[in-house]
Antibody
Framework: QVQLQESGPGLVKPSQTLSLTCTVSGNSISSGSYWWSWVRQPAGKGLEWIGRFYTSGSPMYNPSLKSRVTILGDTSKNQFSLKLSSVTAADTAVYYC???????????WGQGTLVTVSS | EIVLTQSPGTLSLSPGERATLSCRASQSVSSTYLAWYQQKPGQAPRLLIYRASNRATGIPDRFSGSGSGTDFTLTISRLEPEDFAVYFCQHYGTSVITFGQGTRLEI
């Protein structure tokens, strides 16, 4: 059974960097069969894809966030991470990690973690 | 960038009724890259339909997807109480994943 679990600080100060980690079990992120994505959702709003990571290729990012986002993988820990720099209140959201198939649908999701940007 | 527009924004129905949810793309897209998700309050989205018409593992057959080009539909044939949730369509194109704004299905 594939499981994903987000972890990281729930509170980040404006202008600082948001850092989250997704720990994957039941599937190796280095298997090469899947991408691994981050998606966020502000309270009461829709879903926004942030970017995706692939062990055998370059990460891909949402153009609207590209200048501030870095997604990396740590195959030794079977984890991938999200860094979002220069955060503002607009970055307050529930952040999800998800397994992403080759046809780019997201078939397994973490339960999400709320990150609030506030001083 | 392709924009997905879902309608209606809110759909009010009763258990046992049929629900028809629409997802319209701003330009023609490949059905290979069209998916639907269900999200209940406080939960992560759950994949329902992929490649426009294929049910994901464990999804009841009352859920069906159809469409091509710019118009896609999610149909729930007979609503069960647990089906009242928010539904999102999703597309992949030119390296970007995009979501519709969602349809809230309420009792």
């Amino acid at each position: 059974q594939v499981q994903l679990q987000e972890s990281g600080p729930g509170l980040v100060k404006p202008s600082q960097t948001l850092s989250l980690t997704c720990t994957v079990s039941g599937n190796s992120i280095s298997s090469g069969s899947y991408w691994w994505s981050w998606v966020r959702q502000p309270a009461g709003k829709g879903l926004e894809w942030i970017g995706r990571f692939y062990t055998s290729g370059s990460p891909m990012y949402n153009p609207s966030l590209k200048s501030r986002v870095t997604i990396l993988g740590d195959t030794s820990k079977n984890q991938f991470s999200l860094k979002l720099s220069s955060v503002t209140a607009a970055d307050t959201a529930v952040y999800y990690c998800a397994r992403t198939t080759v046809t780019m649908f997201l078939d397994y999701w973490g339960q999400g973690t709320l990150v609030t940007v506030s001083s | 960038e392709i924009v997905l527009t879902q309608s209606p924004g809110t759909l009010s129905l009763s258990p046992g009724e049929r629900a028809t949810l629409s997802c319209r793309a701003s330009q023609s897209v490949s059905s290979t890259y069209l998916a639907w998700y269900q999200q209940k309050p406080g939960q992560a989205p759950r994949l329902l339909i992929y490649r426009a018409s294929n049910r994901a593992t464990g999804i009841p057959d009352r859920f069906s997807g159809s469409g091509s080009g710019t118009d896609f539909t999610l149909t729930i044939s007979r609503l069960e109480p647990e089906d009242f949730a928010v539904y999102f369509c999703q597309h992949y194109g030119t390296s970007v994943i995009t979501f519709g704004q969602g349809t809230r299905l309420e009792i």
